[in-house]
């Protein structure tokens, strides 16, 4: 989905930004433990068919995906592959029903586990998917063995609605609507959603007159910066990382 290829959601202790080619060789990574292979129900795919599907998920106009950041190691670094720690997805999988949607949540790091991460990124997926998708129903499909994701899900008010002895599989259901919309509301009013521009949103080619420029830039934004600042400086803060990791990843 294009729809959110600029499109960067600023939580409490998470970022989400758009899943782009340059995160696969960390995502690639992460794929090939088994324990998250079987945790997530994922088939093991070589690099290649990573980027395959990294593109294919980015035209798919059924599929929105985000990578999450880990807030804190993003601010404390100026690098945005070494903040990764997961993923959040939406599948609209039914034609006829465009507002339904599959979620799905993987919190790859182990070491970034059971601090919250994983609750706050999908409540900012579900709250991005309400406004920006019209998201009326969510649908999660989980293991029946895993039982912290079922604690997750069912925490957040996702009722059981079925389960398959066959894949073994638990099906959750949760509407949109009502109280849960309000509280949801309140609890995500404190996101911030930055809209990168054309150029912050791409990786570009790293030349010493490309650094160079980039330096500048960076000192002059930085003289700009409070990282305890909620407001303005935290765009150009966004952005000044952004700015930092591409490079690097294209050099
Ligand atoms: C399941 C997963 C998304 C949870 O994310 P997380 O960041 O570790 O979880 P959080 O810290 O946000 O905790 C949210 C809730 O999950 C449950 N939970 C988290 N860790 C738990 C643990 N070790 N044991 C039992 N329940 C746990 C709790 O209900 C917790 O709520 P609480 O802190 O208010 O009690 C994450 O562990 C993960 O991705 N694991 C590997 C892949 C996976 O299983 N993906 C889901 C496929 S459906």
Same mark, same amino acid.
Do not use: M, W, Y
């Given at each position: 989905m294009r729809i959110n290829e600029r499109t960067c959601i600023i939580g409490t202790n998470v970022v989400l930004v758009p899943y782009k080619d340059f995160h696969v060789p960390r995502y690639h990574e992460w794929m090939k433990s088994t324990e998250l292979q079987e945790l997530t129900a994922s088939e093991p795919? $070589?690099?290649?068919? !990573?980027y395959e599907m990294q593109k294919s998920w /980015? %035209? @798919?106009? +059924? =599929?929105?995906?985000f990578i999450m950041l880990d807030k804190g190691k993003w601010a404390s670094s100026t690098d945005e592959i070494e903040s990764m720690c997961g993923d959040v997805n939406l599948f609209f999988n039914d034609p006829d029903e465009p507002s339904i949607a599959e979620i799905e949540i993987m919190v790859a790091e182990s070491s970034s586990r *059971? =601090? *919250? /991460? *994983?609750?706050e990124a999908l409540l900012i997926m579900m709250h991005y998917g309400m @406004?920006?998708?019209k998201v009326s129903r969510y649908v999660a499909k989980i293991g029946e063995k895993n039982k912290v994701s079922l604690g997750l899900f069912k925490k957040l *008010? /996702? %009722?059981?609605? $079925? &389960? $398959? =002895? &066959?894949f073994q599989e638990v099906t959750l259901e949760l509407e949109v609507k009502g109280q849960f919309q309000d509280w949801l509301r309140e609890q995500m009013s404190?996101? %911030?959603? &930055?809209?990168? +521009? %054309? !150029? @912050?949103? #791409?990786? #570009?080619?790293c030349s010493t007159r490309d650094l160079t420029a980039f330096k500048r830039r960076e000192s002059t934004a930085a003289s700009r910066l409070d990282l305890h600042d909620q407001g303005a400086s935290l765009i150009d803060w966004i952005h000044l990382h952004r700015s930092i990791s591409q490079l690097f990843v294209s050099n």
């Open positions: 795919l $070589s690099l290649e068919e !990573e /980015f %035209q @798919d106009e +059924n =599929k929105c995906t *059971g =601090k *919250g /991460f *994983g609750k @406004d920006s998708l *008010g /996702f %009722q059981e609605t $079925s &389960v $398959s =002895k &066959v404190h996101l %911030q959603i &930055v809209h990168l +521009n %054309q !150029e @912050d949103a #791409r990786p #570009r080619p």
